[in-house]
């Protein structure tokens, strides 16, 4: 099973809808991309639909419960800042850039999630200073390629401003274009965050969202001309992805102020939870709910509470599992649109979110983490270059499938997966 390609360029759109791409199809270099694709636009995504989970099954082709990522940040009850999913030590079993390293092929990653220490030769993690004591550059040096990094942030750091955006996928992209054109890896996995944070800052359909995928259509046009300049073009195989779509809101639910009327879950000083037999994690769209022992009395007592018109669908744990989210819950529970989950145990069970909340980051406009099942919320999926078909569109597929087809397009092989190879689109 050799390699269809010598170059494959993995672009993440974070929150690249399908419902974008109509727009998409307007912009010039989105539909260069387009003229000689495959494509689908009917990518369902993973439960929980969030994005490290999402990036673990696009390198994996698993599902959550089976890669191990169910979240984007780690059960601690009573951290203010919980510790995300950093870690390449945290996804089990392989991944697409530990096949392409094992096989001798020359690996790059910028702000790809859950790379944190991982073995890529050119590795910019997704890692952010969570604590007081922190400093961003050491932490991203210590976890990534540090050479590589200090060389990028010489060239290109004066473009970014901390965490912010456009900035960040400002330096990103130049980074990107010169990691092509220095280095010309066999694997490239970037990832934008830019329309994820104008959405989740101003909602789906906003100006400023669609401001950012016109930004995203310039990136992509960079990349483009970047392969080209380097001379690897016609070798080359770039895989434009989103990972999840979104949904407005207006409103939050706040299960653990329920628990901490009811005797479940006890707070301190500053409100912080300081014990609890049961516990909201939330995932924005939907929420764990994890109870100490699984407790039958205290299941059946939370199912009551949150049996209401706001709660979509409350899910057991052996459901949850069998969707792919984690095992270890004892629920799951799926938010009905116009709602998210937030963890707080302040105030009342429903906020209205004002326009205050949304200026001091206290709350979202638009979140993601749903089901996949949810109407109008599937993700997409563009394939453009050496090894991939022309003008073949499926008609849908599923995030898992990503992986398996990625590394069959570097004649890799990602082992017991949940997905499938679409070989639909490939040249064999």
């Known amino acids: 099973m050799g390699p269809l390609t010598d170059h494959l360029i993995v672009i993440s759109f974070d929150c690249l809808s399908g419902l974008d791409f109509p727009t998409l199809e307007t912009l010039p270099n989105f539909r260069k991309l387009l003229i000689n694709s495959s494509y689908c636009k009917n990518v369902k995504t993973i439960y929980p639909s969030v994005t490290y ?16 990522i169910i979240n984007n940040t780690l059960l601690q009850p009573g951290k203010v800042s919980p510790d995300w999913y950093w870690y390449r030590r945290d996804i089990q079993g392989t991944t697409l850039y530990d096949e392409a390293k094992q096989q001798g092929m020359s690996t790059a990653a910028l702000l790809w999630p859950v790379t944190a220490k991982a073995n890529i030769d050119y590795n910019m993690p997704e890692i952010f200073a969570n604590r007081r004591w922190h400093h961003q550059i050491p932490v991203s040096l210590v976890n990534g390629s540090s050479l590589y990094q200090l060389e990028m942030n010489k060239k290109f750091g004066h473009i970014r401003k901390g965490l912010s955006q456009p900035e960040l996928d400002d330096f990103v992209l130049e980074a990107a ?10 694997l490239l996995l970037v990832h934008f965050t830019d329309l994820d944070t104008k959405r989740h800052e101003t909602g789906f359909s906003s100006q400023e969202a669609i401001a950012a995928i016109k930004r995203h259509d310039n990136r992509l046009g960079r990349i483009m001309d ?46 912080k939870v300081i014990d609890w037999k049961a516990y909201c994690k939330s995932c924005d769209g939907s929420a764990y709910i994890y109870i100490k022992n699984h407790d039958p009395r205290t299941i059946k007592m939370v199912r009551q509470l949150l049996t209401r018109s706001e709660i979509e669908a409350i899910w057991s744990s052996e459901e949850a599992s069998r969707f792919g989210a984690d095992p270890n819950c004892s629920l799951m529970i799926e938010a009905a649109r116009d709602y ?23 709350y979202t406009k638009a979140c993601h983490g749903y089901s996949p099942e949810k109407k109008d919320y599937d993700t997409l999926f563009i394939a453009s270059g050496k090894g991939i078909q022309s003008g073949h569109v499926l008609p849908s597929m599923h995030l898992i499938d990503e992986g398996p087809t990625l590394a069959r397009l570097l004649g890799l092989d990602l082992g017991k997966v949940d997905g499938r190879v679409v070989e639909e689109i490939l040249i064999l």
């Not at 963890?343 to 200026?359: L, N, P």
């Open 226 to 271: 970047a392969v080209k300049l380097a001379g690897i073009e016609q070798k080359s195989t770039i895989i434009a992805i989103g990972d999840h779509s979104a949904i407005d809101e207006s409103k939050v639910l706040k299960p653990n102020v329920l628990f901490h009327e009811h005797g479940l879950l006890n707070v301190g000083k500053n409100n």
């Open 340 to 362: 998210y989950f937030h963890e707080s145990v302040e105030g009342t069970f429903i906020d209205e979110i004002t326009q205050k909340d949304v200026a001091s980051k206290k």
């Open 177 to 186: 274009v010169e990691t092509i054109r220095m280095k010309k890896p066999n």
């Open 53 to 68: 989970p999402c990036h673990a099954t696009i390198v994996t082709g698993k599902l959550p419960k089976n890669h191990g």
